[in-house]
């Protein structure tokens, strides 16, 4: 009975994105109708107003999850077609991900110290421009909190594909590879895929930010963060 309660919420899931899809490219790709965020929210809002737990969600939802590995290695592929533009942009590349992988991570740390909140909650918010999995373990390795990281990882990424192109292009940033960079180094996953949507270049790039800054956070942050004031 489990199997077919999981089909059945796979299926749910998989209906409530397509129809937030439609909707979002009917709206003539409205930010704030992005299918992630409105899928996200209309589950939200099923599983609070119904019986149902979160942990009985993710007895299918788990499912899903399972392809998010694939989904990530899929995106190697518009950076094997981009390899020579990257190959000649390397050093501007690496710069911009190495500043992108910190500012992510300090602008974290001391707003939320600023913010006053207890030690346990900025110590999440450092890693929150990178991927979940890569996000809890740094987190927990620092002091943090695993969960509260995964919040602040949706949080980015949702936040950055949102509103992050439109404010790329406000400050003057309009090359389709320096967007991309921003979003992976920022947005992670979600953010490339957004770059992905509008430009296979700015989705290269984007994988090569995200996956970079994921590794560079995983080795340094754990380092580095007792020396911080």
């Not at 937030?20 to 992005?34: C, D, I, V």
């Not at 406000?170 to 180094?185: C, K, M, Y």
Request: charged share 10%.
């Amino acid at each position: 009975m489990m199997f077919v309660y999981s089909l059945i919420i796979v299926c749910a899931t998989i209906c409530i994105y397509i129809a937030s899809r439609f909707l979002y490219f009917k709206s003539g790709r409205h930010p704030l109708l992005l299918p992630v965020l409105t899928s996200t929210a209309v589950i939200v809002i099923l599983i609070s107003i119904t019986d149902l737990t979160y942990t009985f969600y993710m007895n299918g939802g788990a499912w899903l999850d399972h392809f998010l590995g694939p989904a990530v290695v899929a995106l190697a592929y518009p950076l094997y077609r981009q390899k020579a533009r990257i190959i000649a942009l390397f050093r501007p590349f690496a710069a911009g991900i190495a500043l992108g992988a910190a500012s992510g991570a300090f602008t974290g740390f001391y707003g939320a110290r600023m913010l006053g909140v207890e030690n346990y909650l900025y110590y999440s918010v450092v890693p929150k421009s990178v991927t979940t999995p890569v996000a809890a373990e740094v987190s927990e390795l620092i002091g943090g909190s695993s969960s509260v990281a995964a919040l602040f990882v949706m949080v980015a990424g949702i936040g950055g594909a949102v509103i992050g192109q439109s404010l790329l292009r406000r400050i003057g940033v309009i090359d389709p590879f320096s967007q991309g960079l921003a979003l992976g180094a920022a947005s992670h996953a979600i953010g490339t895929a957004k770059a992905l949507e509008d430009n296979e270049e700015a989705g290269a790039a984007g994988t090569i930010a995200m996956t970079v800054s994921a590794a560079v956070m995983a080795l340094l942050i754990p380092g580095l963060i007792d020396w911080l004031p």
